[in-house]
């Protein structure tokens, strides 16, 4: 897993089912976040989308995922996005990690999401503790 982890390792990339309304539905009551632009299909269309769009923190939490099955919690020492797009409704999220540096017993990793039509909707950052 970690204990030979060289600059561009790749981190095996975690695929999710397609968002769907119940996923939006179900997210919006774990995290709190009821803005209806994201389960409400006539509150999209009145600010002009053709329909409801995943939460951005939802992919951040996909993300957080990869990372957990990864290594153990405790070992991430930070961990930082940029939300760059919207992740419509049906989309199936990748979410992918590559090592771009190790040094001081820390790595440091690169982190997106991306949707099958090749679409980026979230990169990031983490910094793994290796000790």
Do not use: K
Not at 76 to 86: E, H, L, M, N
Not at 97 to 117: E, F, I, K, Q, Y
């Amino acid at each position: 897993m970690v204990d030979d982890l060289r600059e561009g390792t790749e981190l095996p990339p975690l695929r999710l089912p397609p968002i769907t309304r119940t996923t939006l539905a179900l997210f919006a009551g774990a995290s709190g976040d009821h803005n209806p632009i994201h389960i409400d299909l006539d509150v999209a269309r009145s600010a002009g989308l053709d329909d409801v769009f995943a939460h951005g923190m939802l992919s951040m939490a996909y993300l957080g995922r990869l990372l957990t099955g990864w290594v153990p919690q405790h070992r991430i020492r930070t961990y930082r996005v940029r939300f760059v797009a919207v992740t419509p409704v049906h989309a199936e999220p990748t979410c992918t990690g590559r090592v771009v540096s190790v040094r001081d017993g820390r790595a440091t990793v690169a982190l997106a999401v991306t949707l099958a039509d090749g679409t980026t909707t979230l990169t990031g950052e983490a910094v793994i503790d290796l000790s």
